[in-house]
């Protein structure tokens, strides 16, 4: 099965500098890697999916990129501000590889993102 | 447009006592999700359904746990009798049609049901 591997359990960066924060998988490579936000006492919230004929997807200050020759996605948060302190989760389907067998997620453990003023 | 919801928030029972999570998922959403996370571990896939059809359960625990989507709208998830290994948070998911695209959609969690058996 599909294992998924955080950097690290907890990152600090001071504001103002880039955070990155790594995925790798162990298996074959997905169609598409997820990564989404957690805050305390809530659910994940999506912010970037990116395919895997994908180099790069940026949304404003955010930057993912996926090698699937690495087996590896790198999140990337520029000019970071205390309010991006969350935990940050990788995500993988494999639904369609896996003809409907695993239609949900395979998550990381998280990376703790603290950004220090 | 109201997220996906759950109930309760909290829940703290006994062992070999049954409990009950409900999930409301966002309006129009066919695609219904539970997940799982044990402290310390990861969150974990528990099962899909597709409207009011389980379209996998690979990842539920055992037969002690029930999940039911009537009518395909909200979903219960029932654990009885519940076991000291239960705990977690529980969350729920939703997302639109998978049909007629090699792309899942994305997934809208809830708040999570943190569930405490003592």
């Known amino acids: 099965s599909q294992k998924i591997e955080q950097n690290s359990e907890a990152l600090n960066i001071q504001e103002g500098k880039t955070a990155t924060l790594t995925c790798n998988y162990t298996n074959y490579s997905p169609a598409y890697l997820q990564w989404y936000r957690q805050d305390p006492g809530r659910g994940p919230v999506f912010l970037l999916l990116?395919?895997?004929?994908?180099k790069e997807k940026r949304k404003e200050r955010l930057k993912v990129t996926f090698d699937t020759t690495l087996k590896q996605s790198l999140f990337h948060i520029t000019a970071s501000q205390p309010a991006d302190s969350a935990t940050y989760l990788c995500?993988?389907?494999?639904?369609?590889?896996?003809?409907?067998?695993?239609?949900?997620?395979?998550f990381g453990k998280g990376t703790h993102l603290i950004i220090q003023p | 447009e109201a997220g996906v919801t759950q109930f309760p928030s909290h829940s703290v029972i006994e062992k070999g006592q049954t409990v009950t999570l409900r999930c409301d998922p966002i309006s129009g959403h066919d695609n219904l999700y539970w997940y799982r996370r044990v402290m310390g571990k990861e969150i974990k896939f528990l099962l899909h359904?597709?409207?009011?059809?389980?379209?996998?359960e690979s990842g539920m625990p055992n037969n002690r746990f029930l999940a039911e989507r009537t009518g395909g709208t909200y979903s219960t998830l029932k654990v009885q009798p519940a076991e000291l290994e239960d705990s977690g948070v529980y969350f729920c998911a939703s997302s639109l049609s998978l049909l007629w695209t090699p792309y899942q959609e994305t997934q809208y969690f809830g708040p999570g049901t943190r569930l405490l058996v003592l």
């Open positions: 990116i395919r895997e004929n994908e």
């Open positions: 359904f597709v409207k009011e059809s389980k379209q996998d």
């Open positions: 995500a993988l389907d494999i639904s369609w590889y896996s003809g409907g067998g695993a239609d949900g997620l395979t």
